[in-house]
């Protein structure tokens, strides 16, 4: 039996019941779907997910690829290659692409939904079959030379990597070295190392095109040090006739100088990519205008941190399913109110205190999380529709800027220390063996907290770039729409208390924010120091903005479950609906009142910690 487990029923709840996503189908760009068909897509993603793309998933961690220095090949296992060919044929990747691009136009909110049964059942599927959402990137931001390409990669089913990181620079891309020198026939040689490029080599496609930022030399106004002198460049593994599409023949100057021998999701190729080492020069084209590099590589980014967030939170959903079908199979010891009678019957684990505090603690996050990354996806449901009908859905895109550092750091941190915490352990030592599937979802979940950004960089970018810079515009609006349900009740008061300790969060997490920006402040006005406490703090509020906004969206989810069960329902949304007002009630009750502890330790964090001489580490 394949390791995956899926939890369709959660998903279309929060669609149709929460978010309301068939609104936006049958309308505009949607025009040609309706809630049925939404609902047939979910279905036949989901069978595709459990069957064809799982069944490969221990197999491409067992048995990973090996890199052959010589032809510079790592050849991945032919289990996976099966089935990465059975999601291509199944065409589901169109979702995310134009009409003009022969894509079905989707909702954002429907495409994550889907997105999350395929990273969950083999998630280097997703990311290797990312080349065509690529292509559109580059047919989206180019010129008309740079738009037959996209559409080349489209058609040919191309892969496509992210080339950012340097050794020497790490995080820092605009600590990059990467040149790229024009040549006369309007194409540029390419020179430098990078490390770090998912998928930057395979066999799984007939090219693959390599996305990388670079610094121009030897053009006028070169765009100075820093990210804005980066221009982004399309870097393809063999040559290709740019009419037609077809590969000369000819391999480009792109060495892959070594694969990373990884923790985790090791049937994902890492490479160290170097451009030009040899006497063939890494020959690329400049996408667009140049030093627009970076404004077009974010595209690619946010897209990938929801990837990324879609992704942690799929692995925690399957990895709490797993840990509830054995602690329901599991019969160990007593029931913990006869324990003192020697001859009590022995029961399943599911009986036991603790046993239930672990996976009502994993039910409620993994909800929440789901909740989190739907929501955000719907918000880009609302920037969609405003692009297709020629307007701008301004509080949209600010919305969605602010949601995108929380669905990624927020929704990878809390779903690795669950996975590790919650799920493995309620396995014993059974989830420490391969016997089962929690050791390598452990495995596989750490990168997320790491890649496209770590957490620290996510809490960062949310305090400074999406509420100082935005000037607290996106959040503002955030807050009062979570005050405002706080403050309402369409239940008759059966979330009274729930909906008190919302309103106390939201006010804990507001002063978080206070204090920080009275630091930043400070620092500004001749205290330079006292930015350090912001950042010192920068992470616990990413974290806490995460809790609360998880817990207002299961208690919306908790409102609409007790409307549907003050009617008629079968036993088994019974069940369900009354899951989902008791994962709301746990997660306020147990996670809300700890926004008050971090809010403590925020306003009397001090520079202590920065003053320490690094010889007392």
């Known amino acids: 039996m394949a390791h995956y487990k899926s939890n369709v029923r959660d998903i279309a709840f929060n669609l149709f019941e929460v978010l309301h996503t068939e609104k936006v189908l049958g309308t505009g760009p949607y025009a040609e779907l309706d809630r049925e068909t939404a609902e047939a897509m979910l279905a036949e993603v989901d069978l595709l997910a459990r069957t064809k793309l799982a069944e490969s998933f221990v197999d491409g961690d067992r048995n990973p690829p090996v890199f052959d220095p010589v032809t510079q090949t790592a050849p991945l296992p032919e289990s996976f290659k099966k089935s990465y060919q059975a999601y291509i044929d199944s065409d589901w990747w169109r979702v995310v692409l134009p009409e003009e691009l022969d894509g079905q136009p989707t909702p954002p909110s429907l495409a994550w939904g889907l997105a999350e049964m395929v990273l969950g059942a083999n998630p280097s599927i997703y990311m290797y079959a990312e080349g065509p959402h690529m292509g559109y990137a580059v047919w989206r931001n180019g010129t008309e030379r740079d738009k037959k390409i996209g559409k080349h990669i489209v058609d040919r089913k191309w892969a496509a990597t992210m080339v950012l990181t340097e050794p020497d620079a790490g995080s820092d891309v605009g600590a990059g070295r990467t040149r790229a020198v024009p040549q006369p026939d309007g194409s540029w040689h390419l020179e430098g190392v990078k490390r770090f490029i998912t998928g930057g080599e395979h066999d799984l496609t007939e090219n693959i095109i390599h996305l990388v930022l670079a610094r121009p030399h030897g053009v006028e106004g070169e765009g100075g040090p820093g990210t804005k002198g980066l221009s982004l460049f399309i870097v393809p593994k063999y040559h290709f006739d740019h009419e037609t599409g077809e590969l000369t023949g000819e391999r480009n100057g792109v060495n892959v100088t070594g694969l990373e021998h990884k923790m985790g999701l090791k049937v994902s190729n890492t490479c160290e990519l170097t451009f030009g080492d040899g006497d063939t020069p890494a020959k690329g084209w400049l996408l667009g205008e140049v030093h627009n590099g970076i404004k077009q590589m974010f595209e690619i980014i946010e897209h990938a941190r929801m990837l990324v967030g879609t992704k942690a939170i799929a692995t925690l959903s399957t990895g709490y399913l797993n840990a509830l079908e054995y602690a329901k199979a599991r019969v160990q010891g007593p029931d913990l109110a006869k324990a003192a009678d020697k001859a009590s019957p022995r029961v399943t684990i599911i009986n036991h205190p603790d046993v239930r505090r672990s996976l009502m603690t994993q039910k409620s996050a993994v909800e929440g999380m789901r909740a989190l990354v739907l929501y955000a996806a719907s918000i880009q449901d609302r920037v969609a529709v405003a692009r297709a009908e020629g307007r701008t859905d301004e509080?949209?895109?600010?919305?969605?800027?602010?949601?995108?550092?929380?669905?990624?750091?927020?929704?990878?941190?809390?779903?690795?220390?669950?996975?590790?915490?919650?799920?493995?352990?309620?396995?014993?030592?059974?989830?420490?063996?391969?016997?089962?599937?929690?050791?390598?979802?452990?495995?596989?979940?750490?990168?997320?907290?790491?890649?496209?950004?770590?957490?620290?960089?996510?809490?960062?970018?949310?305090?400074?770039?999406?509420?100082?810079?935005?000037?607290?515009?996106?959040?503002?609006?955030?807050?009062?729409?979570?005050?405002?349900?706080?403050?309402?009740?369409?239940?008759?008061?059966?979330?009274?208390?729930?909906?008190?300790?919302?309103?106390?969060?939201?006010?804990?997490?507001?002063?978080?924010?206070?204090?920080?920006?009275?630091?930043?402040?400070?620092?500004?006005?001749?205290?330079?120091?006292?930015?350090?406490?912001?950042?010192l703090n920068t992470t616990r509020l990413l974290m806490a903005a995460g809790d609360l906004i998880c817990a207002w969206l299961l208690l919306r989810g908790a409102e609409v479950a007790l409307q549907a069960l003050a009617g008629n329902v079968s036993d088994a949304d019974r069940a369900f609906y009354e899951g989902k007002v008791a994962a709301a009630r746990w997660f306020a009750r147990t996670m809300l009142p700890r926004l008050t502890a971090e809010r403590t330790i925020a306003e009397q964090t001090d520079n202590a910690v920065m003053d320490l001489p690094e010889s007392a580490f």
């Open 395 to 535: 509080l949209a895109e600010r919305l969605n800027d602010l949601m995108l550092p929380i669905v990624k750091g927020y929704g990878s941190e809390r779903s690795w220390v669950l996975l590790g915490t919650e799920s493995l352990q309620t396995f014993g030592g059974s989830g420490f063996i391969a016997d089962f599937p929690l050791e390598q979802y452990v495995r596989d979940a750490k990168i997320d907290t790491l890649y496209e950004g770590t957490t620290a960089i996510q809490g960062q970018d949310l305090f400074f770039r999406k509420i100082i810079k935005d000037q607290g515009k996106a959040l503002g609006a955030l807050s009062a729409e979570i005050g405002a349900f706080a403050a309402g009740g369409d239940d008759q008061g059966q979330l009274k208390e729930e909906r008190e300790l919302l309103q106390k969060g939201l006010e804990d997490v507001g002063s978080i924010v206070a204090a920080m920006i009275t630091r930043l402040q400070s620092s500004a006005a001749g205290e330079p120091r006292d930015l350090y406490q912001v950042g």
